[in-house]
Protein backbone atom coordinates (compact mmCIF):
# COMPACT_ATOMS: atom_id res chain seq x y z
CA UNK A 1 0.00 0.00 0.00
CA UNK A 2 1.31 3.65 -1.12
CA UNK A 3 0.28 6.99 0.09
CA UNK A 4 1.78 9.13 -3.03
CA UNK A 5 4.21 6.88 -4.05
CA UNK A 6 5.11 6.11 -0.64
CA UNK A 7 5.51 2.75 1.19
CA UNK A 8 3.51 1.85 4.29
CA UNK A 9 7.01 1.03 5.59
CA UNK A 10 8.65 4.28 5.62
CA UNK A 11 5.73 5.85 7.25
CA UNK A 12 5.98 3.10 10.35
CA UNK A 13 9.79 3.93 10.27
CA UNK A 14 8.99 7.37 10.70
CA UNK A 15 6.60 7.33 13.42
CA UNK A 16 8.59 4.72 14.76
CA UNK A 17 11.90 6.97 15.32
CA UNK A 18 9.25 10.18 16.45
CA UNK A 19 7.75 8.02 19.62
CA UNK A 20 11.36 6.72 20.42
CA UNK A 21 13.54 10.20 19.75
CA UNK A 22 10.30 12.00 21.71
CA UNK A 23 10.14 9.94 24.22
CA UNK A 24 14.11 10.60 25.22
CA UNK A 25 14.23 13.81 24.44
CA UNK A 26 11.16 13.94 27.16
CA UNK A 27 12.68 12.07 29.60
CA UNK A 28 15.83 14.41 28.94
CA UNK A 29 14.64 18.11 29.20
CA UNK A 30 11.51 16.64 31.69
CA UNK A 31 14.50 16.59 34.63
CA UNK A 32 14.37 20.43 34.62
CA UNK A 33 11.38 23.03 36.30
CA UNK A 34 10.38 24.96 32.68
CA UNK A 35 9.85 21.52 30.98
CA UNK A 36 8.18 18.98 33.37
CA UNK A 37 5.46 19.12 30.98
CA UNK A 38 7.32 17.29 28.41
CA UNK A 39 7.85 14.03 30.53
CA UNK A 40 4.43 13.91 31.49
CA UNK A 41 2.69 10.26 30.72
CA UNK A 42 1.39 7.22 30.54
CA UNK A 43 2.30 3.54 31.18
CA UNK A 44 0.60 0.70 30.17
CA UNK A 45 0.95 -2.88 29.42
CA UNK A 46 0.50 -6.37 29.08
CA UNK A 47 1.59 -8.17 32.79
CA UNK A 48 4.31 -10.31 32.81
CA UNK A 49 3.51 -14.06 32.48
CA UNK A 50 6.63 -16.56 33.52
CA UNK A 51 6.59 -19.99 32.21
CA UNK A 52 8.77 -22.62 34.34
CA UNK A 53 10.42 -24.97 32.57
CA UNK A 54 12.98 -26.66 35.57
CA UNK A 55 15.32 -26.38 32.85
CA UNK A 56 14.80 -23.07 30.78
CA UNK A 57 12.68 -20.24 32.44
CA UNK A 58 10.25 -17.98 29.83
CA UNK A 59 9.23 -14.50 30.72
CA UNK A 60 6.56 -13.11 28.53
CA UNK A 61 5.42 -9.03 28.64
CA UNK A 62 4.76 -5.62 27.02
CA UNK A 63 4.86 -2.44 28.89
CA UNK A 64 4.77 0.87 26.44
CA UNK A 65 5.62 3.90 28.24
CA UNK A 66 4.08 7.17 26.13
CA UNK A 67 4.97 10.45 27.35
CA UNK A 68 3.55 13.87 25.77
CA UNK A 69 7.10 14.47 24.16
CA UNK A 70 6.65 11.25 22.62
CA UNK A 71 3.30 12.23 20.65
CA UNK A 72 4.74 15.47 19.88
CA UNK A 73 7.63 13.59 18.07
CA UNK A 74 4.77 11.36 16.21
CA UNK A 75 3.41 14.33 14.95
CA UNK A 76 6.78 16.14 13.74
CA UNK A 77 7.32 12.51 12.38
CA UNK A 78 4.02 12.50 10.04
CA UNK A 79 4.85 16.06 9.07
CA UNK A 80 7.98 15.53 7.84
CA UNK A 81 7.30 12.41 6.30
CA UNK A 82 4.06 14.39 4.57
CA UNK A 83 6.36 16.61 3.19
CA UNK A 84 8.95 14.48 1.47
Known sequence: MTLKGKSTWSLILFLMC???LGGFI???LGQFDFFY???YGKTF???T???NLSVLQLTFGLQI???LASVLGMCV???V???M
Open 18 to 20: GIV
Open 26 to 28: GEL
Open 37 to 39: WLA
Open 45 to 47: GIP
Open 49 to 51: VTL
Open 65 to 67: TLN
Open 77 to 79: ALF
Open 81 to 83: HRK
